[in-house]
């Protein structure tokens, strides 16, 4: 049933919005949310990771990982400079940034899966958003006190105590905002050279602009803005919509166990109401500002902390904890209906994801053994297609591309087969009976011009496979002997 | 007076659409974005003040930082200029043979060679340098004024026929044309060089022939027919023609004859510019700068010969 509501005339005759949080008007008002502090087993674990994801961000770029001939020893580094990424045992050149796209697809599917299975794991504890605002909701505590403390703060009038807890928190949220955007510019280059560089004056615009950006953006986002972002910049609550289903474990209210609710008195018996006490500690501890009891809402990131609220009141009243929790629609409706609950964490969906994460996990993990520090790559002259020399016989050009990403400079002795070659020449090389030897310096790459020269009366037909192939004097490469297909063209081309 | 419906699950309004039951919410904007938009607008009015922005009658206002992309382009360009006149002294300071060895010479000239081709040589030469008619293929094996890199750089610098005083000179005389001999002698010619390439030809003329070469051709193109680099004779028995192969196009040059013109570059490029041109041609050409004789190619057994021969093979 809807209900016809006039908003321009001004609710000519209609009664006022049932409930519904906020009057006509184009634009809504924020209403500020001032988070509780709570004590519970969610709360440590988030206490925890927060300080490993930290330590993560903040550590990881003081790494020293040793690289030999030059290269420099940071162990995570984007040298866009250079044109590599390091990560400890590996370094990427920018044609294998397929890598780093599978790994894009293996963070999404990943991210599916767990949905999909746990809900917005991703969102309640390992979203930098989320992270950092309980970061700065943690010094809001430290200058401001809890919840209470902090609304009456709000509605105070201006004064020294005000300004001064206001002002030191401003500061230390500043102090974190840059640390945050500093760590980050460790990233794309050396970090002790870039931290002595950036005290002295002598950083890159682009490392100075990076870092105010960064520090803007983590003050804004985490301490002003916060459940704003979740609400209205990110896409990732609406895209979860259509990856959570009945099935899906979610922070819950039960209230199969909660309904009826209502106000408890010491003493009271607990026959024929929910053990819902309606004392609001839910709410009141939700960084969304939102009641978990509505069932599962745009809002909710799934942080449980509301688990953690509901339980410490549960045991002040003496019933079993867990009257909010990791629960399914499908169960708690069962149970509601007086059937037993059931749970499907492996169905359709859940597989299906299992199963992509799975296959592009074993294509990157093929991929990576089949890497090999070498490269060759031939391409045959176009214009002209051959060349016939003075004697009748057949020549094509090629150009072949040698790359050495090893540390040290490597000899690939370069060979062409698939057709009789009277003459096989690299001008600027002396080729041997058997092909010819390249020299490449580390970490570079080499072009060689390649011409082969076939009799005619040996060419049976206008396009004969050839191949290109180069071994190189390193025993331990994964694949020694590199090989490239290509043609050899002759006249027949033209009939 | 319009009336709003409200979706009585979320107690929202609705907007009035519907698309297959499914009815958008009117929920209302916070008011913070509403503040981000009036300060695009500010930011906006800050940009119109510091940057070329509104088209004016006669151009537009510039803006008072006095950013042009036109002025950026034509510094980077500057910059870009400077940048291959520092790697052109490294082509000029180097022996054509050094830069050619050199792989990072060898790749620089390769690229700077291309784009001076492209632009400077193609229009005779044709893109891929394989000539046509009358233009010589730098592709292959056959060199008119020799193929070594010294020998390609002087061509490049003095031309052929040119009108420089170090240009390539020689003329083949018009034999028929100026009456130097008779028609028919002319005709017994056409079949003697048809003979000297490896062709069947009419014994009796080649024989009446042989004494007119002798006298009147072996003195560039050498007893044997075999050509001259150092006057730009052509060697006569293979099967590569500057004017055609067949009968009339060989009558015809014995009769009239073309000799073609290449331009001198010395004034146009830079000695650098004409090092890499150099280099190129010759890289593409196999480097070698040697005709393969016509006997060692006419022999069965060639692959014995060869410089390398794959072991696949």
Redesign the interface.
């Known amino acids: 049933?809807?209900?016809?509501?006039?908003?321009?005339?001004g609710g000519?005759g209609d009664a006022p919005?049932?409930?519904?949080?906020?009057g006509p008007?184009?634009?809504?008002?924020?209403k500020a949310i001032y988070p509780k502090l709570v004590h519970g087993s969610f709360r440590r674990l988030k206490w925890g990771l927060m300080v490993v994801m930290l330590a993560i961000y903040y550590g990881t770029p003081w790494i020293r990982w040793p690289r030999p001939a030059g290269a420099p020893d940071q162990a995570v580094l984007i040298d866009f400079a250079h044109g590599r990424f390091y990560f400890f045992m590996f370094d990427l050149w920018p044609d294998e940034v397929y890598f780093i796209t599978g790994l894009l697809v293996l963070a999404a599917l990943g991210l599916f899966l767990t949905t999909a299975w746990l809900g917005r794991l991703w969102c309640g504890y390992a979203c930098p958003q989320t992270v950092w605002t309980d970061l700065y909701l943690y010094v809001e505590r430290l200058f401001e006190g809890d919840r209470n403390a902090r609304m009456r703060l709000a509605k105070a009038g201006w004064g020294p105590n005000k300004i001064a807890r206001k002002g030191a928190k401003h500061l230390v949220w500043l102090f974190i905002a840059a640390a945050t955007g500093g760590a980050w510019i460790f990233y794309f280059e050396d970090a002790p050279t870039l931290f002595r560089e950036f005290f002295a004056g002598e950083a890159s615009v682009t490392a100075y602009f990076s870092f105010a950006l960064l520090t803007f953006t983590t003050y804004s986002l985490a301490g002003t803005?916060r459940e704003?972002v979740c609400i209205?910049m990110c896409p990732w609550p609406r895209i979860q919509g259509a990856m959570v289903d009945r099935h899906s474990l979610q922070v819950t209210y039960r209230y199969d166990r909660g309904e009826p609710r209502g106000p408890h008195r010491k003493g009271d018996p607990w026959t024929g109401r929910g053990d819902c006490i309606d004392c609001q500690a839910c709410v009141v501890a939700c960084p969304m500002g939102i009641d978990i009891r509505h069932g599962s809402q745009l809002e909710c990131i799934n942080c449980a902390l509301c688990i953690d609220a509901c339980d410490e009141i549960m045991v002040k009243v003496d019933r079993p904890t867990g009257l909010i929790g990791y629960d399914s629609d499908e169960a708690v409706t069962r149970r509601a209906a007086g059937k037993k609950a059931i749970y499907r964490p492996i169905r359709l969906r859940t597989v299906f994801y299992a199963a992509a994460l799975i296959a592009v996990c074993s294509i990157m993990t093929w991929g990576f053994l089949q890497r090999t520090p070498y490269q060759l790559h031939v391409a045959r002259?176009r214009?002209?297609l051959f060349?016939?020399?003075?004697?009748?016989?057949i020549?094509n050009?090629y150009s072949v591309k040698l790359v050495n990403r090893s540390y040290q400079p490597r000899t690939f002795h370069v060979?062409?087969?698939?057709v009789?070659?009277?003459?096989?020449?690299?001008?600027?090389?002396t080729?041997?009976?058997?092909?010819?030897n390249v020299t490449v310096a580390s970490g570079e790459q080499?072009?060689i011009?390649l011409?082969a020269?076939v009799?005619a009366d040996r060419l049976t037909q206008a396009l004969t496979p050839a191949e290109v192939t180069a071994t190189v004097d390193d025993a331990d490469a994964p694949v020694r002997t590199l090989a490239a297909r290509t043609m050899f063209v002759s006249e027949g081309a033209r009939k | 007076m319009s009336e709003r419906e409200r979706d009585d699950h979320s107690g929202v309004e609705t907007t009035g659409h519907e698309w297959d039951g499914i009815k958008e919410l009117d929920n209302p904007l916070p008011r913070w974005w509403l503040i981000v938009w009036y300060a695009c607008i500010a930011f906006a009015i800050v940009y119109w003040v510091l940057f070329p922005a509104w088209p004016t009658l006669n151009g537009y206002t510039p803006g008072i930082l006095g950013q042009s992309d036109r002025v950026n382009v034509a510094n980077d360009m500057k910059a870009l200029e400077a940048q291959r006149g520092a790697e052109g002294v490294m082509l000029e300071k180097a022996s054509l043979e050094q830069i050619e060895k050199t792989p990072n010479l060898q790749a620089f000239a390769m690229a700077e060679g291309q784009a001076i081709f492209g632009n400077n040589c193609a229009p005779c030469h044709g893109a891929g340098g394989t000539g046509g008619k009358g233009y010589a293929n730098l592709r292959d094996d056959v060199w008119l004024w020799g193929g070594q890199l010294a020998d390609i750089e002087q061509t490049l610098k003095y031309g052929i026929r040119s009108g420089h005083p170090l240009a390539r000179m020689s003329m083949m005389p018009s034999f028929g044309r100026d009456g130097l001999l008779k028609p028919q002698e002319v005709n017994d010619l056409t079949e003697y060089v048809v003979f000297l390439s490896h062709r069947a030809a009419n014994s009796a003329a080649v024989a009446r022939a042989a004494p007119i070469f002798a006298a009147q051709c072996a003195a560039c193109h050498g007893p044997e027919g075999k050509g001259n680099q150092a006057v730009g004779a052509p060697n006569l028995t293979d099967s590569d023609w500057l004017y055609g192969s067949d009968r009339k196009s060989i009558h015809d040059q014995i009769w009239a004859a073309k000799g073609g013109v290449m331009p001198a570059w010395i004034d146009r490029l830079t000695p650098a510019q004409i090092k890499a041109v150099a280099v190129y041609v010759h890289v593409n050409s196999g480097g070698s700068g040697q005709a393969t004789p016509v006997a060692e190619a006419a022999a069965p057994a060639t692959d014995n010969t060869a410089a390398a021969t794959p072991a696949a093979q």
């Open positions: 049933m809807t209900v016809v509501i006039d908003r321009v005339s000519g919005p049932p409930g519904g949080g906020h008007g184009l634009y809504q008002k924020r803005l704003q209205y002259d214009n002209p060349v016939r020399l003075s004697d009748g016989a020549r050009s060979t062409f087969g698939g009789p070659v009277r003459l096989l020449q690299a001008p600027g090389l080729p041997d009976r058997t092909g010819v080499r072009s011009r011409l020269t009799p």
